[in-house]
Structures are given as C-alpha cells and as structure tokens.
C-alpha cells in the first residue's frame, strides 16, 4: 500500500504559475501509473493528468492541453503537476492518486485505488 502526500497549492492570480508535488511513501512510486484530479465546490472529482510509470506516456484534460505538465521523478518518489497560465477555473482541491497497472495511466477516478489528502489551489481574477 502507498501513501500519498500533496503539497504546493496556494492562492495565485490570473496568469500566475503553481508546481504541485505529491511524495509517496510505502511502496515506490514506480509501481504505479499516477494521476492528477481536481474538486471544485459541489462538483465531483474530474481528471486532470495521468501519467504512465516511466512517463512515457502522458495524457491531460483538453481544458489544461499546453498549461500543465505532469512529470514524475521515481528515484525522488514524487509526481509533478507543473500549472501556468492559470485561469480562475483552474480553482479546486487537487488529489493526486496512484494504480495499477503501471502501464494504464487512466482518465476514471474509480480505476484509482489509493489518494492522497488534496491541497487547494485559488486562483482570483
């Protein structure tokens, strides 16, 4: 079992840039595709970024195409979330997350066993 630690959110404004980290601890990182999701108020988990074992493959939500890059470091045990360009939208609690198989990075929350605790990011106009 792996457990998970996000960290990095904050309050920004339009256009500023946020790097989000998430460090896992139990059982190494490389076991696991990972994912990035996010929570806005009363709505329900929506896929950001996903991102295979080895970063070889990596896929995003159209909506953040060309602002944000997910990357991972195995030997650091820590996945990425790279944001510029951030929009007012952008604002919700980002989870990362971790599945396996390592080669599956999916885009469904439920294909995700083990989450971290979220951190907020606020972006004001």
């Avoid at 991972?72 to 790279?82: E, F, G, I, V, W």
């Amino acid at each position: 079992q792996v457990q998970l630690v996000e960290s990095g959110g904050g309050l920004v404004q339009t256009g500023d840039s946020l790097s989000l980290s998430c460090t896992a601890s139990g059982r190494a990182l490389s076991n696991y595709a990972m994912g990035w999701f996010r929570q806005a108020p009363g709505k329900e988990h929506a896929f950001v970024a996903a991102i295979d074992w080895n970063g070889g493959t990596t896929d995003y939500v159209d909506s953040v195409k060309g602002r944000f890059t997910i990357s991972r470091d195995n030997a650091k045990n820590t996945l990425y979330l790279q944001m510029n360009s951030l929009k007012v939208e952008d604002t919700a609690v980002y989870y990362c997350s971790a599945t396996w198989p390592p080669w599956n990075a999916e885009r469904i929350p439920n294909k995700y066993e083990f989450w971290g605790q979220g951190t907020q990011v606020t972006v004001s106009p």
